[in-house]
């Protein structure tokens, strides 16, 4: 790697204008992984952490809930952001939702929709979001052989399914799609306003303005959705705190959509770059469910989440203190070369594929299920409907450096 890159590695860790560019993140992960993988990360505009970038680094810690704590700090916020949230707020947390806990009350929290989003119990919803994957497909059909396909189908689909999960009327969609970019896309002027933290406080209250209106109207007519069991939860027979019910609402809303679009686009480009991939998967569709994994593992499009050392301790060989901060790099993990047969390799049909893109232990994606649901039913209907795709301009990815995908995919296709 050029000495000048070596140089401001914390900068390019940090800057999020570096997830736009996914060869300079690769190479500067691939650099730790061989020659510091666990990194102590100093810059100006955050507080500092350790970066862990190896795979076996990654699961120990996540692995070991105990130890390394959720609290205080989940994601990157600039020194100056935080210090507005704590003005503005009176915490360092917005919202204090299921990655901002730890036991006991993660475990209490987590329950209440775990069986819900659990592997045989999302199937419940398998017909509809099939449905909507083939009305995906009819809009792609309808436009005539061009689309971005990022703007334009990936954007929408998994935000169409958060809303069957929540009970969401199908107006309220655009006001949806726009507060959670706010939320998760932000420091990307095109896609976010780049209005930084002021933009994502914004959103947070419309959010729980609109959720207060979903919460009074399940009370009144219970059905059978997450929007429903938030509404009327309990611990210990008392209902649950407000702040409390707005931040899960807040997670199942915005935790599901970008990350999932990310995946179902990247996976595209991952096919239209390696045409042998797409015509083995178009060969033989019963390989979906791996290939739904390595589109997932391929594009990673969680950057990161952090954990918190509660004792001093050790992990990769460094010595680690008390309150002391780790990065989980996520795409790293996906990427080492210890666990993964030429992890740079875009496989369709890879197996095992032991990645951590769901992160891992008590934390692991609660949605996990849905996501690759989702996924499996889209590209089985795009595939068998959509034909010859490639490329029809150059794709272009978000600048955000905790969750990032493509947000420009122009392909041309034949129907
Ligand atoms: C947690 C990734 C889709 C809801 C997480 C975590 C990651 C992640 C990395 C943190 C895990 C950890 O700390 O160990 C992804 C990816 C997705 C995706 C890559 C799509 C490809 C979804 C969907 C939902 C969802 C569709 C729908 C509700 C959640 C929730 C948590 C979470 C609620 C917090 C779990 C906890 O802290 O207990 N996800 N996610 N995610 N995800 Fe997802």
Redesign the pocket.
């Known amino acids: 790697m050029p000495t000048e890159l070596v140089d401001n590695i914390d900068h390019i860790i940090t800057d999020p204008v570096t997830y736009g560019d996914e060869h300079l993140y690769h190479e500067v992960f691939a650099t730790l992984r061989q020659s510091d993988p666990v990194h102590w990360c100093e810059t100006a505009n955050y507080r500092p952490f350790w970066a862990v970038t190896r795979h076996a680094d990654v699961t120990r810690v996540?692995l070991d809930a105990k130890s390394f704590h959720?609290a205080p700090r989940q994601f990157l916020v600039t020194i100056d952001d935080e210090k507005m949230l704590q003005e503005t707020t009176g915490s360092s947390n917005f919202a204090r939702?299921?990655?901002a806990?730890d036991d006991p009350d993660?475990r209490v929290f987590?329950a209440m929709?775990a069986a819900w989003?659990g592997q045989k119990s999302i199937r419940s919803i398998e017909d509809e979001i099939a449905a909507l994957a083939r009305e995906t497909v009819d809009r792609m059909v309808a436009m005539d052989g061009h689309c971005d396909f990022a703007k334009d189908i990936s954007a929408w689909f998994?935000l169409r399914?958060?809303m069957i999960?929540l009970g969401v009327p199908r107006e309220d969609e655009p006001l949806m799609l726009e507060l959670s970019q706010k939320l998760f896309g932000n420091t990307d002027a095109e896609t976010g306003g780049g209005e930084g933290m002021a933009s994502m406080l914004d959103a947070f209250n419309a959010f729980n303005a609109y959720f207060a209106g979903v919460t009074a109207d399940r009370r009144a007519n219970p059905r059978d959705d997450?929007a429903t069991i938030l509404a009327n939860a309990t611990i210990d027979g008392e209902p649950i705190g407000e702040a409390e019910r707005n931040a899960y609402y807040l997670?199942?809303a915005a935790?599901?959509?970008d990350?999932?679009s990310?995946?179902i686009s990247g996976g595209l480009l991952g096919l239209i770059r390696n045409p042998d991939q797409m015509e083995k998967l178009r060969a033989d569709p019963s390989l979906m469910p791996k290939a739904v994994d390595e589109f997932?593992r391929w594009?990673?499009?969680?950057k990161h989440?952090f954990r918190t050392a509660v004792a001093d301790c050790e992990v990769g060989g460094k010595a680690i203190k008390a309150g002391d901060n780790l990065m989980?790099c996520?795409p790293s993990a996906n990427r080492d070369e210890a666990v993964f047969d030429d992890p740079f390799a875009f496989r369709i049909d890879r197996f095992p594929n032991r990645h951590?893109?769901?992160?891992?232990?008590?934390?692991?994606?609660?949605?996990?299920y849905?996501?690759?649901l989702?996924?499996r039913l889209l590209y089985t209907e795009l595939l068998s409907r959509v034909h010859d795709i490639r490329l029809d301009g150059d794709p272009a990815w978000v600048e955000a450096n905790f969750v990032s995908g493509l947000k420009r995919l122009p392909i041309a296709y034949r129907t």
């Open positions: 996540e959720n939702n299921l990655v806990m993660h987590r929709t989003f998994p399914t958060i999960v997450v997670i199942v935790a599901g959509h990350t999932t990310s995946a997932i594009t990673s499009p969680v989440f989980m996520y951590v893109a769901f992160g891992y232990g008590p934390h692991v994606c609660l949605g996990q849905l996501a690759k989702e996924m």
